[in-house]
């Protein structure tokens, strides 16, 4: 079963990066960011949002032990850092309350199978 739902959960890593990288100005759009009259933007998107979550996530499928995937959920469990320091600092939303689930509960899941 663990291997199953960490195949499941790095597929899911490599799907919401591949929206950042190849969709920048969707994603955009969806964690509230804006052009600002450059290309940096729509860099920082594809890379820190984007590629980097696609090739972390085909990165533990290629390794395919469990600290590899444990790694994929420190990466997530990052993100849930910041999404938190986010919610406590810059204030409240729904759409955060979101993201931060999703990051915490990827984070919760990949770290408890993989590192017990």
């Known amino acids: 079963?663990?291997?199953i739902l960490n195949l499941l959960?790095?597929?899911a890593t490599i799907g919401f990066g591949a929206a950042g990288w190849l969709a920048p100005r969707w994603?955009?759009?969806?964690?509230?960011?804006?052009?600002g009259g450059s290309t940096m933007g729509?860099?920082?998107?594809?890379?820190a949002s984007g590629a980097l979550f696609v090739v972390?996530?085909?990165?533990?499928?290629?390794?395919?032990?469990?600290?590899?995937y444990a790694m994929l959920g420190f990466?997530?469990?990052?993100?849930a850092l910041g999404r938190a320091t986010s919610l406590l600092l810059d204030g409240r939303t729904t759409r955060k309350w979101g993201f931060f689930g999703t990051e915490i509960v990827f984070a919760v899941l990949l770290l408890g199978i993989n590192l017990t």
């Open 1 to 3: 079963m663990a291997d």
């Open 9 to 11: 959960l790095a597929l």
């Open 27 to 35: 994603t955009m759009e969806k964690v509230d960011l804006r052009d």
């Open 42 to 47: 729509l860099s920082e998107v594809r890379a």
């Open 56 to 68: 972390a996530g085909v990165g533990a499928i290629l390794i395919g032990f469990p600290a590899a």
């Open 75 to 79: 990466v997530w469990g990052g993100g």
